[in-house]
T-cell receptor
Framework: GEDVEQSLFLSVREGDSSVINCTYT??????LYWYKQEPGAGLQLLTY???NMDMKQDQRLTVLLNKKDKHLSLRIADTQTGDSAIYFC?????????????WGLGTSLAVNP | NAGVTQTPKFQVLKTGQSMTLQCAQD?????MSWYRQDPGMGLRLIHY???????DQGEVPNGYNVSRSTTEDFPLRLLSAAPSQTSVYFC?????????????FGDGTRLSIL
């Protein structure tokens, strides 16, 4: 079936790079999304990538997609304490007559000063 | 530009009570959806709508009703609240149901059923 997996926790030091990984099972994915959720808040779109791209860069964020291995990663350069949050990977499929979004369980990023 | 607005932010109900969670968006988005977020379960889709007058079930629709009489509003009704419905509820919207359309989320409603 369709599944998206993420590691649950990641701890980094302030100023280091963070890499959050996501693997998925469905090869018919079209767009892949990264969302950020801060405590007590909703999900905020960070970035997304089309499935025929290998990489997308947006300021401190770099998304890498290995379609062959069905592996997506989000790299945050120069990680700050304000980056502490839960990061969700979501994979969009076209399910017949409607979009289907498959969500990972989220990776909790802790940034230590 | 308010985006997606959810009310109330917090609510405590007794088992068997009914209530409506409100969701409004001001972006003229056609697609709206409701999710619940539970620890260890991630986000699960309850109901969604691809436009005014059109709704459909997600993966966990039981115990919930929706309607979409306007483009802007998409309320979620709990018919007879049960403790298993204790959760954080998120409303989200996107321009359309296309896979290239990112969803915009509200800040959530934290609901406790006693």
């Amino acid at each position: 079936g369709e599944d998206v997996e993420q590691s649950l926790f990641l701890s980094v030091r302030e100023g280091d790079s963070s890499v959050i990984n996501c693997t998925y099972t469905d090869s018919s994915s079209t767009y892949l999304y990264w969302y950020k959720q801060e405590p007590g808040a909703g999900l905020q779109l960070l970035t997304y990538i089309f499935s025929n791209m290998d990489m997308k860069q947006d300021q401190r964020l770099t998304v890498l997609l290995n379609k062959k291995d069905k592996h997506l990663s989000l790299r945050i350069a120069d990680t700050q304490t304000g980056d502490s949050a839960i990061y969700f990977c979501a994979v969009a499929l076209w399910g017949g007559n409607n979009r289907k979004l498959i969500w990972g369980l989220g990776t909790s990023l802790a940034v230590n000063p | 530009n308010a985006g997606v607005t959810q009310t109330p932010k917090f609510q405590v109900l007794k088992t068997g009570q009914s209530m409506t969670l409100q969701c409004a968006q001001d972006m003229n988005h056609e697609y709206m959806s409701w999710y619940r977020q539970d620890p260890g379960m991630g986000l699960r889709l309850i109901h969604y709508s691809v436009g005014a007058g059109i709704t459909d079930q997600g993966e966990v629709p039981n115990g919930y009703n929706v309607s979409r009489s306007t483009t802007e509003d998409f309320p979620l009704r709990l018919l007879s609240a049960a403790p298993s419905q204790t959760s954080v509820y998120f409303c989200a919207s996107s321009y359309s149901a296309g896979t290239n359309q990112p969803q915009h989320f509200g800040d959530g409603t934290r609901l406790s059923i006693l």
